[in-house]
């Protein structure tokens, strides 16, 4: 099975955007003391990074099959954006934490 660089790429493009923007959903949630929305919008986040992480996990195994993997900028950009989602993540969870214990004072 050969990997379809372009079409994963997009992929892990998709579900790293959507999980960045659901993360930051999660923040206004907490801005505005919705904590139970702040969590279910970051467990939809980490949803969006495992389907992200399957896609590329797709490029990791053809590679280890031996397919010669041509790096191209819209993997590099693919990358990019899976990266900064996790970024984003692990912040609304500080940020979510920091919320619960200023609006609770």
Same mark, same amino acid.
């Given at each position: 099975?050969?990997? %379809? &660089? +372009? +079409? ?10 959507? /999980?960045? %923007? &659901? /993360?930051?959903?999660?923040?206004? =949630?907490?801005?505005?003391? #919705?904590?139970? *929305?702040? #969590?279910?919008? $970051? !467990?939809?986040? =980490?949803?969006?990074? @495992?389907? /992200?992480?399957?896609?590329?996990? !797709? ?5 280890? @099959?031996? #397919? ?5 900028? *819209?993997?590099? =950009?693919?990358?990019?954006? &899976? ?5 984003? $993540?692990? *912040? ?10 200023? &609006?609770? !004072?």
């Amino acid at each position: 099975m050969q990997v %379809n &660089l +372009e +079409e994963i790429s997009f992929q892990i493009i998709l579900h790293g955007g959507n /999980a960045r %923007n &659901l /993360a930051m959903e999660a923040i206004q =949630h907490a801005k505005n003391g #919705e904590f139970i *929305l702040a #969590e279910q919008k $970051i !467990e939809e986040a =980490h949803e969006e990074m @495992r389907a /992200a992480h399957r896609f590329q996990t !797709e490029i990791i195994q053809g590679e280890a @099959r031996g #397919e010669k993997i041509e790096i191209r900028i *819209l993997l590099v =950009h693919a990358q990019d954006h &899976l990266m900064n989602a996790m970024t984003v $993540i692990d *912040l609304a969870q500080e940020m979510i934490d920091v919320y619960k214990k200023f &609006l609770k !004072e």
